[in-house]
């Protein structure tokens, strides 16, 4: 005897065998659907799976927004239904379809109480709606817990836009260490003087561990603004602070060479290692700057 999740996997598959042309036509060209609106669950699982082939493999802005459309219509209710559901993995499943659907009109979908007792994972998934659909909540919602990890944060944070990420950086003070180090981490791909500026503010921190991966991230942008907060790690007791200053030498300038002199001769292989090659990005620049003596020499230069 046949079961009844087996009839009811083999009528997806027949409803999608079916219909993928006609989805296909309405996503990629915008052609109107041809009373095609499911009604029942394993329509609904049907057009679900089509809507996930599109999302996974070279959607567009437009396809987009007709997933869009459709789900906001058609499957809203239903997935209102099924985050209250009791069991786990539907929950968790609704959660990620209404992200990956982009379906608006969850953001209060819980109050406080409920955030607070949560899974951890439908917290993220939760929180990553937030970031797509509603920063005010997604802000007021980030200091309610702290229990995400880095991995976690830097998905969330790598869904907002530079602008965001700007609104996110007057809360530093504010975040659990591993939010903190995912918004540096984030920081590292808006290559523009505010954030630089910001980066290099935090260059001040008295946690070791703020200030290597600002550094990491100064290095990752390439620029720097304020020459002299570099200047002050001459002399760090912390050897991953020593190799990341030397590499970032040539962006700092030519008063930098002593120090890259000074770190041949440094106890870490790897500070040594960074002095080597940032000195031998300025005998570069020196030669191809200098006039050729007479002697095969260099004026100003190196041999």
Do not use: C
């Amino acid at each position: 005897m046949v079961g009844k999740n087996e009839k009811r996997f083999k009528k997806t598959a027949l409803y999608i065998t079916n219909n993928l042309d006609h989805w296909f036509n309405h996503l990629f060209y915008g052609d109107e659907l041809k009373q095609i609106t499911p009604l029942k669950k394993y329509e609904i699982e049907a057009v679900e799976k089509i809507f996930f082939i599109f999302l996974n493999n070279g959607h567009s802005e437009e396809i987009d927004k007709r997933i869009q459309a459709f789900a906001s219509v058609y499957f809203a209710t239903e997935y209102h239904r099924l985050l209250k559901h009791g069991i786990w993995a539907k929950r968790v499943n609704t959660l990620n379809k209404i992200i990956q659907f982009r379906v608006p009109g969850f953001s209060g979908l819980y109050t406080r109480r409920k955030i607070m007792r949560l899974s951890r994972f439908e917290y993220f998934l939760y929180f990553t709606y937030l970031s797509i659909f509603d920063m005010t909540r997604f802000i007021e919602t980030f200091f309610m817990r702290k229990d995400l990890s880095e991995y976690e944060y830097k998905k969330i944070f790598n869904k907002l836009d530079d602008e965001q990420t700007g609104i996110l950086r007057q809360h530093f003070g504010k975040m659990s260490d591993t939010a903190r180090y995912s918004l540096i981490a984030r920081t590292s791909y808006i290559p523009t003087k505010d954030s630089i500026i910001w980066l290099e503010s935090l260059l001040d921190s008295k946690e070791a561990e703020i200030r290597i991966r600002v550094l990491k991230a100064i290095k990752t942008i390439g620029m720097i603004y304020q020459k002299e907060r570099y200047m002050n790690f001459k002399d760090s007791g912390t050897w991953e602070e020593r190799m990341l200053i030397m590499r970032l030498s040539p962006l700092v300038g030519r008063e930098m060479i002593p120090l890259l002199v000074k770190g041949m001769d440094d106890a870490n292989e790897w500070v040594k290692k960074a002095s080597e090659e940032s000195l031998g990005h300025f005998k570069t620049q020196l030669k191809s700057w200098s006039v050729p003596l007479d002697g095969g020499g260099y004026k100003d230069g190196v041999e």
